[in-house]
Structure formats: structure tokens, C-alpha cells
């Protein structure tokens, strides 16, 4: 039989074990200050294209330009990355899928122009209708994110399914705008979300996982799009991007456990009109494919596009944070 103590007897018992170690133990400083705020330290590992054919280069007509994988050398926070926004002069933002958090950092590339690494790590939690931090994974599950042409940003979220319009301060709440009025599964919802600024100012595109296409406008209505790629048996719409043109990238994802994963790229030329693909990559095992959930697209000044792609790591230890970037030439 266990003896009882009482409360108060306890209660001296703790105190008189806290005494004596102020006094027999020696308190241990840091080394160094340590950081306090949004700030992350980030480690970053290059990425071959395909691991057991070192001196490949390319896929097609993508030509690779450099890889990394991502991880958080202080935080538990830096995983669950699902989209991306990248801007011309490199800075990355980045939308997580389990407590919703908004990472930003800048991209390192070396003296030709490939990605070589990844810099100032931020994370800052997104926030609700009241301007509190959304709080669980029912909530907090952001799976796309795209900016507008005025610096707004929209995030779209699953579960609870919705798109949210972020102000570009963030001291304001955001506010709900048109979504696809269909039914979606708790778990296959709103993957998608691109701008595009070349159509209207407050148009978007949305994509739901089953593969379904919807172009919306902020306060007006979702009209689904025929005609689009579909994800092929297997595959699910897992991220939508516009290029400068007007063209809309889809990017479809499988993962079989026999297969491993495996990934389609295809762009569209005048997707409200003619329809016509013009590009694809396709990835499979044993290159460096994993769950890739994002795709963007910047302009690299010659006509060309750099196209990068992100994967979620599921907070798995045996998946992980890519960003690949590839260059790419579309035709004439």
C-alpha cells in the first residue's frame, strides 16, 4: 500500500529540497544572449536534382537551379511549409499547415544565380477575425497563399474551410472573401490559390484537391473553369501559381507507399480562353521529389521564368522541407 502524504507536509518537503539545491548546485549561464522574437535560425543542405545521377542538370527543358533543404536549427515551428510567394529581389513568404504560422526569409544565391541557401528566418502567427493568433490545427491548417497586385495577401485554409484577405499591415484582422461554393471533405479542400493581376485586379484562382478549377473575384462570386488539367489517376491538385503572362501553373502531387511520390508541373497559356499547355516537368523517384505543395513563378528578366518548388514535411523525420528551383524558357 502507497503511504499518503498530506498537502502541508508536502508542501515543506518541496520547499526543503528547493533550499538545498540554491545552495549544492551552481546555476549555469548561457554562453551567449539568446534570441528572443520572431527571428529562427535556419540550416540549409544543397539538393543534387537526382541523387544517383549527380551530373544531371535538367528535366526536359527545366533546367535545375539549385536546391536546398530547410531545416529550423531552434524552433519545432519550422515545418508544415505549404505554399509560397517569392518576390523579385528574393524575399520568401510561406504559409504552415498546423498552428498556421506566416514564415519569411530571403533567398541566397551564389555568383551564377542558383539557390544556394536561405536567410532570415522569421515566423509570426497569423490571426483570426478577432486579431488573435488562430489557435489548433482546425483552424490553423493554411494550405494556400498568394499577394495581390495592392500588397494584400489571401490565405486559404482547410477543415474549416475558407480564404481570408490579410491587409499588407499586419495590425489589422482580415476578412472573408468569395470561395467556391462546393463541398469539400475536411481534408481535401482549397490547395490552390494564385492571383492574377493580368485578368482583373481582384481576381484569383482556387483549386481544391479532387482537381477542380474556380476563378473568383474578392467580393463577387467563383465561376469553375472546364477545359484545365486534371490530375491524372492517383494525383490531387496541390498548388496554383500565375506566370507573367497570365499563365496558370498546377502543380499535381501522388504519393503511392509502393511508388514513393511523383509530381506534374504543367503550365497553361490563356487559361480562360484557348487552354493551351505549354510546359511540363514531371518528377518521380529516385530524383529528389518529396511532398511538394507549392509552386511560384519570377520572372527572370530575359523572358524566362524561375519556377521553384516547395515540399511540406509533415512534421515527419522521414520527409523533408525542399525548395528547387528550376529555370525555364517558355516557348513563343
Same mark, same amino acid.
Request: some cysteine.
Given at each position: 500500500?502507497?503511504?499518503?502524504?498530506?498537502? @502541508?507536509?508536502?508542501?515543506?518537503?518541496?520547499?526543503? &529540497?528547493?533550499?538545498?539545491?540554491?545552495?549544492?548546485?551552481?546555476?549555469?549561464?548561457?554562453?551567449? +544572449?539568446?534570441?528572443?522574437?520572431? #527571428?529562427? %535560425?535556419?540550416?540549409?543542405? +544543397?539538393?543534387?536534382?537526382?541523387?544517383?545521377?549527380?551530373?544531371?542538370?535538367?528535366?526536359?527543358?527545366?533546367?535545375?537551379?539549385? $536546391?536546398?533543404?530547410?531545416?529550423?536549427?531552434?524552433?519545432?515551428?519550422?515545418? #508544415?511549409? *505549404?505554399?509560397?510567394?517569392?518576390?523579385?529581389?528574393?524575399?520568401?513568404?510561406?504559409?504552415?499547415?498546423?498552428?498556421?504560422? /506566416?514564415?519569411?526569409?530571403?533567398?541566397?544565391?551564389?555568383?551564377? =544565380?542558383?539557390?544556394? #541557401?536561405?536567410?532570415?528566418?522569421?515566423?509570426?502567427?497569423?490571426? =483570426?477575425?478577432?486579431?488573435?493568433?488562430?489557435?489548433?490545427?482546425?483552424? $490553423?491548417?493554411?494550405?494556400?497563399?498568394?499577394?495581390?497586385?495592392?500588397?494584400?495577401?489571401?490565405?486559404?485554409?482547410?477543415?474549416?474551410?475558407?480564404?481570408?484577405?490579410? @491587409?499588407?499591415? !499586419?495590425?489589422?484582422?482580415?476578412?472573408?472573401?468569395?470561395?467556391?461554393?462546393?463541398?469539400?471533405?475536411?481534408?481535401?479542400?482549397?490547395?490552390?490559390?494564385?492571383?492574377?493581376?493580368?485578368?482583373?485586379?481582384?481576381?484569383?484562382?482556387?483549386?481544391?484537391?479532387?482537381?477542380?478549377?474556380?476563378?473568383?473575384?474578392?467580393?463577387? *462570386?467563383?465561376?469553375?473553369?472546364?477545359?484545365?488539367?486534371? +490530375?491524372?489517376?492517383?494525383?490531387? /491538385?496541390?498548388?496554383?501559381?500565375?506566370?507573367?503572362?497570365?499563365? &496558370?501553373?498546377?502543380?499535381?502531387? !501522388?504519393?503511392?507507399? %509502393?511508388?514513393?511520390?511523383?509530381?506534374?508541373?504543367?503550365?497553361?497559356?490563356?487559361?480562360?480562353?484557348?487552354?493551351?499547355?505549354? $510546359?511540363? /516537368?514531371?518528377?518521380?523517384?529516385?530524383? !529528389?521529389?518529396?511532398?511538394?505543395?507549392?509552386?511560384?513563378?519570377?520572372?527572370?528578366?530575359?523572358? #524566362?521564368?524561375?519556377?521553384?518548388? &516547395?515540399?511540406?514535411?509533415?512534421?515527419?523525420?522521414?520527409?523533408?522541407?525542399?525548395?528547387?528551383?528550376?529555370?525555364?524558357?517558355?516557348?513563343?
Amino acid at each position: 500500500m502507497r503511504r499518503k502524504v498530506s498537502v @502541508a507536509a508536502g508542501a515543506l518537503v518541496a520547499v526543503a &529540497l528547493s533550499l538545498a539545491a540554491c545552495v549544492t548546485a551552481r546555476t549555469t549561464l548561457p554562453a551567449a +544572449p539568446v534570441a528572443a522574437g520572431p #527571428g529562427v %535560425a535556419i540550416r540549409t543542405t +544543397p539538393v543534387l536534382l537526382a541523387p544517383s545521377e549527380p551530373d544531371r542538370t535538367a528535366i526536359g527543358d527545366f533546367v535545375y537551379a539549385g $536546391g536546398i533543404a530547410i531545416t529550423g536549427a531552434d524552433t519545432s515551428r519550422l515545418h #508544415g511549409l *505549404s505554399d509560397l510567394i517569392i518576390e523579385p529581389d528574393g524575399d520568401v513568404l510561406s504559409v504552415t499547415d498546423d498552428g498556421a504560422d /506566416l514564415f519569411t526569409g530571403r533567398l541566397v544565391l551564389d555568383e551564377t =544565380g542558383r539557390l544556394i #541557401g536561405l536567410t532570415e528566418g522569421a515566423l509570426r502567427p497569423l490571426t =483570426g477575425l478577432d486579431g488573435q493568433p488562430l489557435q489548433g490545427k482546425s483552424w $490553423g491548417d493554411a494550405e494556400g497563399v498568394t499577394r495581390l497586385g495592392n500588397g494584400e495577401m489571401l490565405v486559404s485554409f482547410e477543415r474549416e474551410h475558407r480564404i481570408w484577405r490579410y @491587409a499588407p499591415s !499586419s495590425n489589422r484582422p482580415p476578412k472573408p472573401v468569395a470561395m467556391p461554393a462546393v463541398a469539400m471533405a475536411e481534408n481535401d479542400g482549397m490547395e490552390g490559390l494564385a492571383a492574377a493581376p493580368t485578368v482583373i485586379a481582384d481576381g484569383y484562382w482556387v483549386g481544391v484537391e479532387p482537381g477542380g478549377i474556380w476563378f473568383c473575384r474578392l467580393n463577387v *462570386s467563383c465561376v469553375e473553369k472546364t477545359g484545365l488539367p486534371k +490530375p491524372p489517376p492517383g494525383y490531387r /491538385l496541390s498548388s496554383l501559381t500565375t506566370g507573367p503572362k497570365g499563365e &496558370l501553373v498546377i502543380l499535381h502531387h !501522388s504519393y503511392i507507399p %509502393a511508388i514513393g511520390s511523383r509530381i506534374i508541373v504543367s503550365v497553361v497559356r490563356d487559361p480562360l480562353g484557348a487552354r493551351k499547355v505549354i $510546359g511540363s /516537368l514531371a518528377m518521380t523517384q529516385p530524383m !529528389s521529389v518529396d511532398n511538394y505543395e507549392g509552386v511560384t513563378v519570377v520572372p527572370n528578366g530575359n523572358g #524566362g521564368w524561375r519556377l521553384y518548388l &516547395l515540399s511540406d514535411d509533415n512534421f515527419s523525420p522521414t520527409q523533408r522541407t525542399l525548395l528547387l528551383a528550376f529555370d525555364w524558357m517558355p516557348p513563343k
